[in-house]
């Protein structure tokens, strides 16, 4: 597992490596929005994560919440600044609109390991008996879009032209509960398969947090 001293590393990296590039570029690229000083200057770029406003001022790359007066997490700035290089280098203006799943992603294979730990498995085994939960949670924390996969599964659009999709599938007698994790195809050309293992942990650690905390306020009822 990274450590921090690891992401403010390549935090420094990734933004030596925007650094002096056309910011409406990296706006039409990436689905962010520029937003003007007073002088009528692009001062920062406004993208969409999670469903929150992430704000990064130009050029200094300073990140906050458009919502909340809080840090963001060095992984996530990381994680946004790689996505937002990705999407200008790749020149990417649409999705492909074919989900695959993990182990299709290149190098995805390398990294089985730690997307199962990080997404897979906590989302089954929070979600593999109340599938229903995961659903309406979802529309709940990202507003989610429905999908026809699986027995019950959503949309969630992490990034502006990065979806992914979670799928369940309800068990039986027979066969347990199976759940997955699936991606635009689109998505490697902006991310690599280590990003993508994090982007999974980052959709799916806030519903299972939610659902443990409605499970305590259960308990504390009774």
């Given at each position: 597992m990274a450590r921090i001293d690891d992401f403010i590393q390549a935090r420094a990296l990734s933004m030596r490596e925007l650094s002096g590039k056309d910011i409406d570029s990296i706006a039409r690229f990436s689905g962010a929005t520029i937003k003007n000083d007073s002088a009528g200057i692009p001062g920062?770029?406004?993208?969409?994560f999670l469903n929150r406003d992430i704000i990064i001022s130009w050029p200094e790359m300073e990140f906050s919440y458009g919502d909340f007066d809080e840090d963001v997490p060095v992984q996530q700035q990381v994680l946004v600044l790689h996505y937002i290089n990705g999407a200008f280098n790749s020149k990417i203006t649409r999705n492909e609109h074919e989900w695959v799943s993990f182990q299709d992603i290149p190098d995805g294979r390398f990294y089985m390991d730690a997307f199962i730990k990080r997404a897979k498995e906590p989302l089954l085994k929070t979600f593999?008996?109340?599938p229903e939960k995961m659903v309406e949670l979802a529309y709940g924390i990202y507003?989610?879009?429905p999908l026809e996969?699986?027995?019950f599964s959503v949309m969630v659009n992490a990034f502006p032209m990065a979806p992914v999709a979670l799928?369940?599938?309800?068990?039986?007698?027979?066969?347990?509960?199976?759940?997955n994790i699936l991606f635009d195809r689109s998505i490697s050309r902006m991310l690599s398969a280590e990003d993508i293992a994090l982007l999974a942990g980052m959709v799916v650690y806030p519903l299972v947090g939610m659902a443990k905390d409605k499970r305590e306020d259960l308990k504390s009822e009774i």
């Open positions: 920062s770029l406004s993208i969409k593999g008996s109340s507003n989610a879009s996969h699986g027995d799928v369940l599938w309800e068990g039986d007698d027979e066969f347990p509960a199976e759940g």
